[in-house]
């Protein structure tokens, strides 16, 4: 079934360790995303790729790192984790820019 | 600065009445809108939008209404059925922000049987 692939599902992680979420998609969508979504704070967009090569910052940023190698994957990358980064993570697709979003099942992460 | 907003938490509605989900935003420049609806342990996924150019636009049971003057749309159901129960999120884009998505905080919709 075409669609987004996120892992782990969840994940408990120890302040100070790195950490990668894998996000792969099969749509050969051009554009995508990762948010995290907080109680009272609905969806945040950590950063975001238009096309592979490319990345730029969304509003939350800081503490997270991205890269795009390819179309099909977009890994989220939490170089030393704190507990504020608790959170479920989502990543996105879709065909282009500023055209609807389609989304993974989230991964749970929880930092203690 | 939250761009878009969604002032109620949480909305409960009778079986077969109508339910309405608002949004205001304060981007002037926002020309799409979406809204998903989100399920417990799933990811969003996407309801109904309208373009800017417009003020209307229906798919079955869900209308969006957009008042630009207002900066504010809404989300009708009718009739409201108990599978419609989750979190529903406004969304808004603008290529003026990269086309990046703005999302609202959710509201938590009960359909009660």
């Known amino acids: 079934i075409a669609g987004i692939t996120q892992a782990p599902t969840s994940q408990i992680l120890a302040a100070g360790r790195r950490m990668t979420l894998r996000c792969t998609q099969d749509?050969?969508?051009?554009?995508m995303y990762w948010y995290r979504q907080d109680l009272g704070l609905g969806l945040r967009l950590i950063h975001y790729?238009?096309?592979?090569?490319?990345?730029g910052k969304g509003e939350v940023p800081d503490g997270y790192s991205v890269s795009r190698a390819n179309t099909d994957d977009f890994p989220l990358t939490l170089a030393s984790a704190v507990p504020s980064q608790t959170s479920v993570y989502f990543c996105?697709?879709?065909?282009?820019?500023?055209?609807?979003?389609?989304f993974g099942s989230g991964t749970q992460l929880s930092v203690l | 600065d939250q761009q878009v907003k969604q002032n109620s938490p949480s909305l409960s509605v009778q079986e077969g009445r109508i339910s309405i989900l608002n949004c205001d935003y304060t981007?002037?420049?926002?020309?799409?809108f979406l809204w998903y609806k989100k399920y417990p342990a799933e990811g969003p996924t996407f309801l109904i939008s309208?373009?800017?150019?417009?003020d209307k636009n229906e798919d079955g049971r869900f209308t969006v209404f957009l008042n630009k003057s207002a900066k504010h749309l809404s989300l009708h159901i009718v009739p409201s059925q108990p599978g419609d129960s989750a979190v529903y999120f406004c969304?808004?884009?603008?290529?003026?922000?990269?086309?990046?998505?703005?999302f609202g905080t959710g509201t938590s919709l009960t359909v009660i049987p």
């Open positions: 996105a697709s879709s065909p282009g820019p500023g055209v609807k979003l389609f």
């Open positions: 749509m050969r969508h051009n554009a």
């Open positions: 790729s238009n096309t592979a090569g490319t990345t």
């Open positions: 981007n002037s420049m926002f020309d799409y």
């Open positions: 309208i373009s800017s150019i417009k």
């Open positions: 969304a808004a884009v603008t290529p003026n922000t990269g086309n990046q998505f703005y």
